[in-house]
């Protein structure tokens, strides 16, 4: 059983700037393949961020130049850095373990509004 823990979101300006922390429980963390995904009202949960055992990173369209995912396996956390935010990243963030992700955070919201 894995459990993962979201922390960081809150409101910001268009522009701002958040850094999402996701802390997972187990003794495998560094072999886990980790992602963000986020849910807007009315809209499907969709794939933000991942990042492999390796640190290869893959990002959504909508996000590549601004966001960044890492990691750190000595405290079994994962973040996401979230720069020039718009409000159309306004939405739930939820951490995910595995490729076909098997385990979810409880989110945390991100609100981008002046």
């Known amino acids: 059983q894995v459990q993962l823990v979201e922390s960081g979101g809150g409101l910001v300006q268009p522009g701002g700037s958040l850094r999402l922390s996701c802390a997972a429980s187990g003794r495998f963390f560094s072999i886990y393949f980790m992602g963000w995904y986020r849910q807007a009202p009315g809209k499907q949960r969709e794939l933000v961020a991942t990042?492999?055992?390796?640190?290869?990173?893959n990002y959504a369209d909508s996000v590549k130049g601004r966001f960044t995912i890492s990691r750190d396996n000595a405290k079994n956390t994962v973040y996401l850095q979230m720069n020039g935010l718009k409000p159309e990243d306004t939405a739930v963030y939820y951490c995910s373990k595995g490729e076909r992700p098997n385990y979810w955070g409880q989110g945390t919201q991100v609100t981008v509004s002046s």
């Open positions: 990042i492999d055992h390796g640190g290869s990173t």
